[in-house]
């Protein structure tokens, strides 16, 4: 399965997609689409190219599902809404292809990737290194956005074997009913 994790931002949107079979994880493709040949003022041709570079991305790499990093509340409320609008613009990119997608914030990558959640940018970027064996560091966007794949599919892992383990039980046990049950 292909899973492709989205680092969104208004000027640099970081991609990148992962294969993540048999408990293996192999990198396919990162980068990043960047909007700052755009005037700063032109919101909607910005949005227009993270849309575009989404949807792009998408169709080359064929991922079967999606993971983006939840926008956090910055101390510059005007900060916080630019961003907000390159995320949307990223999720209905996603919607607009029919990618499942998860959410995670950047501390849970973090701890996921590098083992705290305080990790600065640069042991993400080694540690997303090491993990997909790259030969040299993926650059900061990427690096994030590469974490979030790496973070979802660990996380997906785990939920289907807890998925599975609730079903098991909920079977032999006769609690397996349509609606709420009583």
């Not at 190219?49 to 956090?72: D, H, M, N, S, W």
């Not at 990737?113 to 650059?139: D, F, I, N, W």
């Not at 966007?141 to 998925?163: C, E, K, N």
């Amino acid at each position: 399965m292909n899973i492709l994790g989205i680092d969104p931002g208004l000027q640099t949107t970081g991609f990148g997609v992962v294969h993540w079979a048999h408990g293996k994880l192999d990198y396919v493709a990162s980068g990043t689409i960047t909007t700052t040949h755009l005037p700063r003022s032109d919101l909607t041709a910005r949005v227009g190219v993270l849309f575009e570079g989404i949807c792009e991305v998408t169709k080359r790499y064929q991922p079967q599902t999606a993971a983006i990093e939840i926008v956090f509340v910055n101390v510059n409320p005007q900060s916080t809404l630019l961003l907000g609008q390159a995320r949307g613009a990223c999720l209905a990119a996603l919607s607009h292809m029919s990618l499942p997608v998860a959410e995670y914030t950047a501390l849970q990558m973090k701890k996921a990737v590098a083992g705290h959640g305080k990790a600065a940018k640069a042991q993400v970027q080694e540690m997303v290194k090491r993990l997909l064996l790259l030969p040299s560091l993926p650059g900061a966007d990427a690096a994030d956005a590469l974490g979030l794949a790496i973070t979802h599919a660990h996380a997906s892992r785990g939920m289907a074997l807890m998925a599975l383990a609730g079903m098991g039980r909920a079977k032999a046990s006769g609690m397996l009913r349509g609606g709420r049950g009583g």
